[in-house]
């Protein structure tokens, strides 16, 4: 039996334990100096199920990029052209919390991994947004006194927007495929390896290997840094497994310019994935074969005839 299932089967028998009424450190240090499978068991899974009740769901939004038109400038043909675009909707998302308790802020940090790796909604990639920004950008050249052409904008605000659909394509499929109710249980997954491999703050006290810069800090904000930094490496290696590769690259790694997947850098310009390089290559022998053929035909009709 797997870890995860070892979860779920756990949560019907485990008695609760009060993580509303403890500080983080509390909860860790008492998982850490637990005896027993069993009393480790309750306050991870009461910690998780603490977790995912918090108030602080992941939520996404429509946000606009907008302009006002004053209303003298409506009657000519370049205030039409700037109305159609002045308000240009893209996805946004809840990326901050203003509470300042370690259930919000972890969930927080737990929804904004989900966003990023996962969903394909919400893209907010700088070239992105700078082409949805074209027409606003545009509008405030002209009214700051630039000399523009209704047919010349028009061209250059399609053109941006039609780049911009693709680069949000593009962008779309380097996400990740997995729904938020298999999310939340790699995320156990990753918490509880977090909680094993978690040493006690008196830890890094007694061996002096306490940063300085955390001196100021309490408890709780030490382990809310642990564990944001456990889930970050933990979803970077998830995201090389999800795709089949190696936990670790000198060389790096860069997206597949067809599909988007991430790959290995390699010293010799390698821009697509297996697959697509396969994909790519019988489509240029089947492109290579019809130009020696319509050769062949061509040769064939400028030969003499006997």
């Not at 002209?142 to 250059?156: N, Q």
């Not at 978690?198 to 642990?226: M, P, S, V």
């Amino acid at each position: 039996m797997n870890i995860l299932e070892n979860i779920m089967n756990l949560r019907q028998v485990i008695p609760i334990y009060p993580c509303d009424e403890l500080f983080l450190y509390e909860i860790i240090e008492d998982y850490k100096q637990a005896v027993s499978k069993k009393e480790k068991d309750e306050i991870f899974l009461s910690f998780c199920d603490f977790i995912w009740s918090s108030d602080n769901k992941r939520r996404i939004y429509e946000k606009s990029i907008c302009f006002q038109i004053p209303e003298h400038l409506l009657s000519t043909r370049l205030g039409q052209v700037f109305l159609t675009w002045s308000d240009v909707e893209y996805m946004h998302y809840k990326s901050m919390t203003k509470k300042d308790d370690w259930r919000s802020i972890l969930r927080q940090k737990i929804n904004n991994l989900y966003t990023r790796y996962f969903d394909s909604q919400v893209i907010l990639n700088k070239e992105y947004l700078d082409l949805l920004k074209t027409p606003k950008r545009l509008y405030y050249q002209w009214i700051s006194g630039i000399d523009m052409d209704a047919d010349v904008v028009t061209e250059l605000i399609d053109e941006a927007i039609a780049r911009s659909e693709m680069v949000k394509k593009q962008l779309q499929a380097e996400k990740m495929v997995l729904s938020w109710t298999e999310y939340k249980k790699v995320i156990e997954n990753f918490l509880r390896k977090a909680f094993d491999l978690c040493k006690l703050l008196q830890e890094y006290e007694n061996k002096n290997n306490l940063l300085t810069e955390l001196d100021f800090l309490t408890e709780d904000h030490f382990y809310i840094g642990y564990l944001c930094k456990r889930l970050e490496g933990n979803m970077k290696d998830y995201q090389k497994a999800y795709y089949g590769l190696k936990s670790s690259s000198r060389k790096g790694y860069i997206r597949c310019k067809s599909c988007g997947a991430l790959i290995e850098k390699t010293g010799n310009r390698r821009m697509y994935c297996e697959k697509c390089a396969l994909i790519r290559k019988k489509e240029s022998s089947q492109k290579s074969d019809k130009a020696y053929k319509a050769k062949l035909r061509e040769n064939k009709k400028l030969l003499p005839s006997l």
